[in-house]
């Protein structure tokens, strides 16, 4: 006799709940078309400082038509992106709001993470495809409003952070960028991170790489343009085998877990290495078992590396597949595996980590604290380390004898090469 199976009794509040939700999720995708809309149009530039407007007065500062400004004014003012007063029929922008949505210079700023969010929903049938087979889908394949707006959203951050508080907790490089380093800025993008650097270090050169044509051809057009082209310059090369010996610094922002091969572009950090030289990393901050990430921030973590992260490194030679969420532990054995040793973290929490562990000859280790966070509000305390939701390692390879590596965080993690 056929076993019945019994239909689980349904919680028709739970039910409800779920459809709410889920009729707030699909405004809220709606709504990531709105922001870039807005962002293009220039309504929320429009709208900055001038107090209420109606949608006509909006619509004649941008030279748009008042039926669709009306509108796309509304949903804004249903999902709380604006302020309606219905006496008056007009229409604000908070001042809060006003700087994530205006402010380019601010590290909050947030029409470029949009502009990503949209991107892969244009590639999402490819993505989709390539989930059948396990093929990859490379940086190069993705429409222009990922790569545009990745280097959108990462640019305000590199602002805020790369030279007031990321190089400056990295031991003695600002003094060698001071005095003339040779600094190779891998998987670059569109270059923001390396012409930052050079802007700031007229005396030392740069070297941005990045496998992506496109990006690179962008770089050069940027660094033209920022007049930096003396002391900087760009070359389309995987991370794996990027030119140049002897650099004094190696920066890799927000890409190692995009790789292929993440253990063979470490190896081909210590080759090009100087004997004193440093490693910087900058990652997704996770933590390392699932249940753990499962929050807002982690759920877009892990929402970018499905359609983004993950298919990019299937589409490269060994294909590892880190993604986005990979984790303390999983990183620190990619980097073992590329002759470095490990990462300890002192503190922690969902945006950084901050520590400093020592592994000298004896292959003892020496943890000390550098800053403090509150880890369970998620909210940074010190701007130490005040990267933009991620964590920042930092690899030092420093002559010391012979035996073995030091590897720290700060949210900056430091090895220290023993010949």
């Known amino acids: 006799m056929a076993a019945v199976e019994e239909r689980a009794a349904v919680d028709s509040d739970k039910l409800m709940g779920f459809v709410f939700r889920a009729v707030d999720e699909i405004g809220a995708t709606l709504n990531t078309a709105l922001v870039v809309m807005g962002d293009r149009l220039g309504f929320y530039r429009a709208l900055a400082g001038a107090g209420p407007l109606t949608p006509a007065e909006l619509a004649g500062r941008t030279g ?54 949209l991107g892969t929903v244009h590639d999402s049938p490819r993505i989709t495809e390539a989930a059948k087979t396990g093929v990859g889908i490379g940086w ?47 998987g670059c993008g569109h270059g923001a991170s390396t012409i930052l650097m050079a802007q700031a270090f007229p005396a030392s050169i740069f070297a941005g790489s990045d496998y992506h044509e496109g990006s690179i051809r962008v770089a050069r057009e940027r660094a033209e343009d920022a007049g930096v082209t003396d002391r900087v310059g760009f070359e389309v090369a995987p991370a ?39 490693w910087m990393i900058v990652e997704p901050f996770a933590n390392d078992r699932v249940e753990q990430n499962l929050n807002p921030v982690g759920r877009v973590f892990y929402g ?96 010391r004898g012979r035996g073995g590596f030091c590897l720290s965080a700060i949210p900056l993690a430091q090895a220290f090469r023993c010949m």
């Open 240 to 278: 794996a085998s990027y030119s140049g010996r002897g650099y004094d610094l190696v920066t890799m922002f927000d890409c190692l877990h995009d790789m292929g091969d993440p253990a063979g572009a470490a190896r081909h950090v210590r080759k090009s290495l100087a004997a004193d030289g440093t």
């Open 64 to 117: 748009t038509a008042e039926r669709y400004v009306r509108e796309w004014l509304n949903a804004q003012a249903a999902g709380g992106y604006v302020d309606y007063d219905p006496d008056t029929v007009r229409y604000a922008l908070p001042a809060e709001h006003a700087v994530a949505l205006t402010d380019e210079s601010s590290p909050a700023y947030l029409p470029g993470f949009f502009q990503i969010a």
């Open 304 to 399: 970018a590396s499905t359609v983004i992260c993950t298919p990019a490194s299937l589409s490269q030679e060994v294909g590892l597949a880190l993604g986005a969420q990979a984790g303390e532990a999983r990183l620190t054995e990619v980097l073992e595996e590329g002759g470095f040793t490990r990462v300890r973290r002192c503190c922690g929490l969902r945006f950084g980590l901050v520590a400093q562990p020592y592994l000298m000859r004896g292959l003892g280790l020496h943890l000390r604290a550098l800053a403090s966070f509150d880890c369970e509000s998620g909210f940074r305390l010190n701007t130490l380390a005040s990267e933009r939701c991620g964590l920042l390692l930092e690899l030092n390879a420093r002559l």
């Open 140 to 186: 190069h394949d993705h429409v222009h409003d990922v790569h545009e707006g990745c280097e959108r959203f990462f640019r305000p951050g590199y602002n805020a952070n790369l030279l007031p508080s990321w190089l400056p907790a990295l031991d003695g490089v600002v003094g060698k960028l001071q005095r003339g380093a040779k600094v190779a800025d891998v």
